[in-house]
Antibody, heavy 112, light 112 residues
Framework: EVKLVESGGGLVQPGRSLKLSCAAS????????MGWVRQAPGKGLEWIGE????????NYTPSLKDKFTISRDNAQNTLYLQMSKLGSEDTAIYYC?????WGQGVMVTVSS | DIVMTQAPLSVSVTPGESASISCRSS???????????VYWYLQKPGKSPQLLIY???NLASGVPDRFSGSGSETDFTLKISRVEAEDVGIYYC?????????FGAGTKLELK
């Protein structure tokens, strides 16, 4: 069973950075592309980007590429999302994805 | 980016009746490998989206066979036969053919 557990969310001040983690289990992590999706409160789904198996290719939604950095550690079966210069518009639930499967998500609230 | 347009935005259904949700893509989602990369998700209140249908017409594991997906290269339909109370939520279509992956705005299903 594919299991994806996000962590690292919480309340962060505007302009600060935050790094999310996703612990993967139930499959061979280093065989799959992995990605992140987010959902602002009461809004739809927004794909952030994805990373290939050996981290040689990372694709971002163009409008978000300057704010987010996706990385992975295959030895630890862990995916990361580094977020920088956060604003209120980044308040959302962030989901880890092994498309088409998603985790339960972690809430990030950007507020002073 | 590929635009996914869902209709209707909301639907009210009597338990035991059927419901259909439409989704249209701005570009063909048929890959040269013969696979159509459209997916359907259900987001129940307070939960993360769960996969219902993958690659246009394949039922995800554990999903009741009351759900079915069909379509062409750009027009897709999710049908729910014999709607039950547990089917309430927001339904999203999404395309996983081309980066950035994109999703419809969602269709809210309620019971009459």
């Amino acid at each position: 069973e594919v299991k994806l557990v996000e962590s690292g969310g919480g309340l962060v001040q505007p302009g600060r950075s935050l790094k999310l983690s996703c612990a993967a289990s139930g499959f061979s992590f280093n065989d799959y592309w992995m990605g992140w999706v987010r959902q602002a409160p009461g809004k739809g789904l927004e794909w952030i980007g994805e990373i290939n198996q050996d981290s040689s290719t990372i694709n971002y939604t163009p409008s978000l590429k300057d704010k987010f950095t996706i990385s992975r550690d295959n030895a630890q079966n862990t995916l990361y999302l580094q977020m920088s210069k956060l604003g209120s518009e980044d308040t959302a639930i962030y989901y880890c994805a092994r498309a088409p499967y998603w985790g339960q998500g972690v809430m990030v609230t950007v507020s002073s | 980016d590929i635009v996914m347009t869902q209709a209707p935005l909301s639907v009210s259904v009597t338990p035991g009746e059927s419901a259909s949700i439409s989704c249209r893509s701005s570009k063909s989602l048929l890959h040269s490998n013969g696979i159509t990369y459209v997916y359907w998700y259900l987001q129940k209140p307070g939960k993360s989206p769960q996969l219902l249908i993958y690659r246009m017409s394949n039922l995800a594991s554990g999903v009741p066979d009351r759900f079915s997906g069909s379509g062409s290269e750009t027009d897709f339909t999710l049908k729910i036969s014999r709607v039950e109370a547990e089917d309430v939520g927001i339904y999203y279509c999404g395309q996983l053919l081309e980066n950035p992956y994109t999703f419809g705005a969602g269709t809210k299903l309620e019971l009459k």
